[in-house]
C-alpha cells in the first residue's frame, strides 16, 4: 500500500507588492525559485511546484535534492499539511512527524527536563510515554547537571543536544526531514549519527531535503530531484545523482 501519493500537485504562491524593479527582489524574497505566472485578475504569482506525481511505499527513504529555491522546503510542506496544494492531490497515510525546526516549542525559562517533557508533548507524546523517555534522553544529551537550570543558561550546541534528543524518540509512520541536524562537537556528532539512524529506521517512509550528497548516499534508496519547481527526475540514488552533478559541472 502506498503512504504517500501525490497526483499533478502544484503549488502557487500570489505575490501582492511584486511590480517593477522589486519584482525579482520580492521572487527572491519568497525563497523559491519557481516560475513567474499571472492570472486572470492580473496578479503575480511564483509556481512553486507544478505537476508532480509520485508514490511511496513502506521501506521508502527518499532524498529530495536541487538548488535553493528548487521546491524542496515546499514540498515537504505539502506532505505535512502545512501548504495546501492549489492544483492535484495529495494523500498520506499514518502518523507524519515533520522535524523542520527541532528547537520549536522550547521554553528558555524552564529547565532541561521541563523541556524534554514540553517538547515532546508537542510532538504527540503521552504522559507516560514521555515518563518512560525522560531519562533516557537525559542521558543522551550528556548535559548531567544543566538539565535541571533553565535553558536560557545553555550554549547553542546545548540547546540543540537537548531538542535533537527529543525529536529522535518520537515514533512515526511518515518522517519528514528539512536539511540535516547538526548538534556540536565532533565526538557528540558520531553518536548524534547512531541515533538518528535508530530514528529513521523506525518510520515507514522517510523524505528528507538536503544538499549533502553524503546525508543522501546514507539514508535514502530514492531520490527526487527538483528544477524550478518541477520534477527533474525520480529513481535510484546514484543514476539521480549522477545526472544532477552532471548539469551542476555544465552549469559552472
Not at 492544483?87 to 528558555?108: H, M
Not at 504522559?127 to 535553558?151: H, K, M, S
Request: aromatic content about 6%; some cysteine; glycine content about 10%.
Amino acid at each position: 500500500m502506498n503512504l504517500i501519493e501525490l497526483s499533478d500537485v502544484g503549488v502557487d504562491f500570489v505575490i501582492y507588492q511584486g511590480s517593477g524593479r522589486s519584482l525579482k527582489k520580492t521572487l527572491l524574497n519568497a525563497g523559491t525559485g519557481g516560475r513567474l505566472s499571472h492570472d486572470a485578475h492580473h496578479r503575480t504569482f511564483v509556481k512553486a511546484l507544478s505537476g508532480i506525481t509520485l508514490s511511496l511505499q513502506a521501506g521508502d527513504r527518499l532524498g529530495l535534492i536541487g538548488g535553493n529555491g528548487a521546491g524542496k522546503s515546499t514540498l515537504l510542506r505539502v506532505l505535512a499539511g502545512v501548504y495546501e496544494p492549489t492544483q492535484g492531490r495529495v494523500r498520506v497515510v499514518g502518523n507524519v512527524t515533520p522535524l523542520f525546526d527541532i528547537s520549536q516549542g522550547i521554553d528558555p525559562d524552564a529547565t532541561g527536563f521541563d523541556n524534554i517533557a514540553l517538547r515532546a508533548a508537542y510532538l504527540g507524546m503521552s504522559r507516560r510515554e514521555i515518563a518512560n523517555v525522560i531519562d533516557e534522553i537525559g542521558e543522551f544529551t550528556e548535559l548531567g547537571d544543566y538539565l535541571d537550570l533553565p535553558v536560557r543558561t545553555y550554549s547553542a550546541g546545548m540547546m540543540l543536544r537537548l531538542a535533537f534528543g527529543v525529536a529522535t524518540t518520537v515514533k512515526s509512520d511518515v518522517l519528514l526531514l528539512d536539511e540535516w541536524i547538526a548538534v556540536g562537537d565532533v565526538g557528540f556528532l558520531e553518536k548524534a549519527q547512531q541515533r538518528a539512524s535508530s530514528f529513521v529506521s523506525r518510520s515507514k517512509v522517510m523524505v528528507v531535503a538536503s544538499h549533502s550528497e553524503p546525508v543522501i548516499r546514507r539514508l535514502c534508496n530514492k531520490v527526487l530531484w527538483l528544477r524550478k519547481g518541477e520534477l527533474a527526475a525520480f529513481g535510484d540514488v546514484d543514476e539521480i545523482i549522477k545526472q544532477y552533478n552532471a548539469e551542476q559541472n555544465v552549469a559552472a
